[in-house]
């Protein structure tokens, strides 16, 4: 069965801390990761989309790393900012069927 | 920018009510799509668009139906509303092609939408 699993639930961190966020999959076979970035009472917006043959991806404070043999990937946020606070969702596409498995987020809370 | 914009951001209806949901996107973009983001369980699709007058079903297709008379506007629709459907209703739209090819979906701000 297709399946994207993130941790942790949530998260706790002070505001200039640095956290990475986890993401595993079980998707085959494997197209493409995103990460989305989704503010309380907003839509998801996409920070980065990840393919088989790339293993890192930066988006200014927000790197994203890419382990397809342990179908593993990680969000990592550099020099946290209060504007940082937000659920993080991992989304896995699947090429046979053309869809995409959505994880059910991180939500990391940023305090000064 | 991409904009995808949706008609309520809170709806309050009773049971057995007919709702609607609108979405509208401005960048031309072929695909459309009906989400339900519920806590604990990640986003579900609901209904997708490939075209005008074109529709699929999603995962959870069971008690709505959508509309798609043009190539900007898909509405989502609740014909008997029941309290199960009380969850965040997210419209989205890409280019062209499919998420395996990369095609990014931008998602609206969302509707709460509460069935009471």
Known sequence: ?112 | DVKVTQSSRYLVKRTGEKVFLECVQDMDHENMFWYRQDPGLGLRLIYFSYDVKMKEKGDIPEGYSVSREKKERFSLILESASTNQTSMYLCASSLEGGPAMGDTQYFGPGTRLTVL
């Open chain 1, 1 to 112: 069965k297709n399946q994207v699993e993130q941790s942790p639930q949530s998260l706790i961190i002070l505001e200039g801390k640095n956290c990475t966020l986890q993401c595993n999959y079980t998707v085959s076979p494997f197209s493409n990761l995103r990460w989305y970035k989704q503010d309380t009472g907003r839509g998801p917006v996409s920070l980065t989309i990840m393919t088989f043959s790339e293993n890192t991806k930066s988006n200014g404070r927000y790197t994203a790393t890419l382990d397809a043999d342990t179908k593993q990937s990680s969000l990592h946020i550099t020099a946290s900012q209060l504007s940082d606070s937000a659920s993080y969702i991992c989304v896995v596409s699947a090429s046979v069927t053309d869809k995409l498995i959505f994880g059910t987020g991180t939500r990391l809370q940023v305090f000064p």
